[in-house]
């Protein structure tokens, strides 16, 4: 039922999704998916995005209204593992994102919203204090793991700290990315309807990513070799970065080729947010290997289950715990068996040796061996991509995925009013009005 608050008045409940870039990174397609997904009988989204790119497009073709309010190209640039108290200190950047918050938070008063989610770490900071301002409740769709390996140690620390001050509720994607919030907590768990244990573990709640099932042919699943004489290929699906293992999958394929020399890889995707060194670097490697006439660099595909499609199996190389890897339940989606590195939020997808088989992180040799294994027991390789698909329909539709945060914004709405008819605002009130 949706929850008519007094700003709404009936109508339904007016959300602004907020996200610093507009790049089709994977945390911007879950957003597009979870707009296209929710219920318009009772939410109306608004996207406000800090950057102009592919996103804004793809977000009204969803019939969903999309504003772009640019933010200076030096802090939207600023990479994540180059923050730190130096960068906190850098005036110029601190006065800009300073009135950048104010005019967000005007914004999000005009835009007459109810509720406020923001979609990634800069604009959890941003539109957190923006919301705040406004008088808005607001929640943070945290979709990384903070942690040291990721971010300086400093921001992890402010951020934790942030997360219990700032936002009235905090989604993560996966109970691993949560650990990485509230590392001695113990949460709400998504779908659960068991009461949280304290205070601080209600304000978070894990809910995992989906995908739409019918994007995906489920029945494409017999490209094995053994079954259609065609030579194997497997795939590796996600930006063109150090820590997705590009390079610990291609020394896999050099062993696995020496097994079944007909073999065919595909690396698919490209480097986004500054990272092309690293290209340069996998693809000096795969020279190095030998590899470049059974390795091909697709660059960024848009039409991921037509890639997914032709594949004989899929792997998931990441050298470091993945806050949820979509690409995962995607291939699942798709039928295909897969192997994949056991960290962060995979072994919450994966049941290791039913729906794909699971190997250490940086371990090239596992890796190779379980390709090896599901090459040659095609038979075994198609039932578990089945089992896989099966998974997918139960557990991370996109349709489960939206009913469930849907269901935290109705509680985040009732608690706020049943505590606080309305918060204050520094604003003088304005008209509401449509931009
Ligand atoms: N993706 C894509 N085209 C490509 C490579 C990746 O559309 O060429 C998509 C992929 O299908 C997935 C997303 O990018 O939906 C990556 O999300 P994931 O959670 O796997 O990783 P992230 O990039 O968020 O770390």
Known sequence: MSIPTERSGGRPTRVAFLDHTAALGGGEIALLRLLRAMDRGKFEPVVVLFAEGPLVEQIRDAGVKCHVLPLSAGVIQTRKDSLGFSSLLRFREVAQAFRFVWRISRVLRHLNVDLVHTNSLKSDLIGGVAARLAGLPVIWHVRDRIVPEYLPTPVVKVFRFLCRIIPNRVITNSHATLRTLIPHSRPHVDGSEGRSRSPLAARYRVIHDG??????????????????????????????????????????????????????????????????????????????????????????????????????????????????????????????????????????????????????????????????????????????????????????????????????????????????????????RVQPQRP
């Open 211 to 428: 995908t739409l099932v019918a994007d995906y042919d489920g029945s494409r699943n017999a490209a094995s070799s053994e079954v259609n004489d065609s030579p194997p290929l497997i795939g590796l699906l996600g930006r063109l970065t150090e820590w997705k293992g590009q390079h610990i999958f291609l020394r896999a394929a050099a062993i696995v080729r020496r097994e079944f020399p007909r073999t065919k890889f595909q690396i698919v995707g490209s480097a986004l947010f500054n990272e092309s060194d690293y290209e340069a670097e996998i693809r000096r490697l795969c020279t190095e290997l030998g590899l470049d006439d059974c390795v091909e660099f697709t660059g960024f595909r848009a039409d991921v289950p037509k890639v997914l499609e032709k594949l004989t199996l899929l792997v998931h190389a990441s050298t470091t715990g993945e806050p949820f890897g979509q690409v995962v339940i995607e291939a699942m989606a798709a039928a295909k068996p897969l192997v994949a590195t056991n960290g962060g939020g995979i072994p919450e997808i994966v049941d290791d040796g039913r729906t794909g088989l699971l190997v250490p992180m940086s371990d090239h040799e596992a890796m190779a061996a379980a390709i090896c294994k599901l090459l040659s027991d095609p038979v075994a390789a198609i039932e578990m991509g089945r089992r896989g698909r099966q998974r997918v329909i139960e557990h991370f539709s996109i349709d489960l995925t939206a009913r469930r945060v849907e269901r935290l914004f109705e509680e985040t709405l009732s608690a706020r009013r049943a505590r606080q008819p309305r918060q204050p605002s520094p604003f003088p």
